[in-house]
Structures are given as structure tokens and as C-alpha cells.
């Protein structure tokens, strides 16, 4: 008589977990600086740099509100360096031999456990300079309410939403998670061959 969950979960249906679990023979950590200068590199040379020299040119006349104004936006990329980071405190995904563990655009909570029937297509693909491990559910419904836990109950500004609907649209799928410090396709052969006939 066969058991319908295992030690993290259901085997059989999607279902959503606090966190990866650690003991999955395939993991994925990534070192939480690295993780933070990969993620925000990119706003570092669209947005804080082109900001901060708008800036120093409209205060020209006055170097201590250049410095006020240049320390502004400093502060502003290293809390958004922090913010990313903490993200990384966790591993990002995982699997095992009944399904995949994987944070949603590296969100912190909740981790989502697809069992391997329910996984039509693992790929990697670059978004933003950055490898995406992108998931593609049998289930289309399953890639809506990803959307849905993406946006739902956080405040996100306008861009921010433009952003990722933009990323969502780029990549085909709204399960993606940012595999920084991994080898793409070394990680993508491991999680094939835990999956039962692909």
C-alpha cells in the first residue's frame, strides 16, 4: 500500500510549502551577495546610475546637496542589495525523485512542490542578464495562480508590476526562479534525470 504524501508533501497535486526543504538530493543555494549584485546589477546601470547623474547635474552649484543627493540614491541601491539578498537565505529550489521545489521569481515564501507528472518542460533561459531555471506546468491554470501569489497581498509599485509581467511574458511562464551561482546546464541535467519519462 503506497502512501499519497511523502516527508515534504502531497506526491500527486501542486502544493504550496514554507520554505525548500534541505535534504533534496538536488539543491540549489546561492551565496547571498552574489546572489544580490547579480539580481540588481542591471537597475544599478538603467536606474541608480542614470539617476544619480541627473541628480549631481541638477546640483551642480551645490556640492553638499550633491552629497546629500548622491548618498539618497547610494542608500537606495544598498537597501535594494539587502532586499535581494535576504531572499537567498534559503535555498531557491530543489528535487527529488517525486517533483520539484521552487520559489516563484526567487520570492521568499511560499515554496511551490510540483510532482514531476504535472512538469511538462524544464528550460533555462537569460532574463535581464540573469539564467532563469523556467517551469512549464501541464496545468495552465497552475501558471495563473503563480501570478495571482506573485502579486497578491504585497504593495508593488507600478513598474515593478510592468517589470515582471514584462519577465513573465519574455520567459513564457510565471514559474521561474534566478539560478545564479549554478552551472545552467549542469543543473538542468540534473533535474532531468530525476524525472520519470519525460
Known sequence: MSSSTDRHGTLHTPSLHVRVPDD?????RSNRLAYALQLTRR???????????VLSLIAIRSWRLTV?????VALHYVVTCFDEAAKARTPLLGADDHGLFLRPNGIA?????????H??????????GVWMLCVTPRDPGEDKRAQERETAGRFYGFWHIVGYQRTVRRL??????????????????????????R
Not at 43 to 53: E, F, N, R
Not at 68 to 72: G, R, S, T
Not at 119 to 128: M, N, P, T
Open 119 to 128: 512538469v511538462k518542460e524544464l528550460a533555462v533561459q537569460r532574463s535581464g
Open 172 to 197: 513564457g511562464t510565471s514559474l521561474f526562479t534566478p539560478i545564479v551561482g549554478s552551472d545552467p546546464d549542469r543543473l538542468l541535467a540534473e533535474l532531468n534525470a530525476l524525472r520519470p519519462n
Open 68 to 72: 546629500i543627493l548622491l548618498a539618497a
Open 24 to 28: 533534496l538530493p538536488v539543491l540549489l
Open 109 to 117: 515564501r511560499p515554496a511551490l512542490h510540483l510532482p514531476w507528472p
Open 43 to 53: 537597475k544599478l546601470l538603467t536606474v541608480h546610475l542614470p539617476v544619480a547623474a
